[in-house]
């Protein structure tokens, strides 16, 4: 099991960047694929970004390809996810997420394990 925290949400204004932090307790943290979805009021879930165990492979929703960037720290048991050049259209709760298994996060889009949640609201 593993519990996950998002920090860095805020309001920011169109073209600006934020950075979010998801940290993670519980199990070993580089044993988890880690993944970013948002969701907007009525609007389905989304998946944003995921990232491999040890951090060499990623993946990015077609919205974010070239803004976004996911990273991950194990030492720290952190994965980050840095928002540049952001739109109105990124306006969304931002949950962290989390799994053992690769396919389930970037194919199926259903991980087991996910954080709180933390707001992103970008103005035009």
């Known amino acids: 099991q593993v519990h996950l925290v998002e920090s860095g949400g805020g309001l920011v204004q169109a073209g600006g960047s934020l950075r979010l932090s998801c940290s993670a307790s519980?199990?070993?943290?580089?044993?988890?694929?880690m993944g970013w979805f948002r969701q907007a009021p009525g609007k389905e879930r989304e998946f944003v970004a995921a990232?491999?165990?040890?951090?060499?492979?990623?993946w990015y929703g077609d919205s974010v390809k070239g803004r976004f960037t996911i990273s991950r720290d194990n030492a720290k048991n952190t994965m980050y996810l840095q928002m540049n050049s952001l739109k109105p259209e990124d306006t969304a709760v931002y949950y962290c997420?989390?799994?053992?298994?690769?396919?389930?996060?970037?194919?199926?889009?259903?991980?087991?394990?996910w954080g709180q949640g933390t707001q992103v609201t970008v103005s035009s």
């Open positions: 997420a989390a799994d053992p298994q690769l396919h389930t996060i970037v194919v199926v889009t259903t991980p087991n394990y």
């Open positions: 519980g199990r070993t943290f580089s044993s988890y694929v």
């Open positions: 990232i491999s165990w040890s951090g060499s492979s990623t």
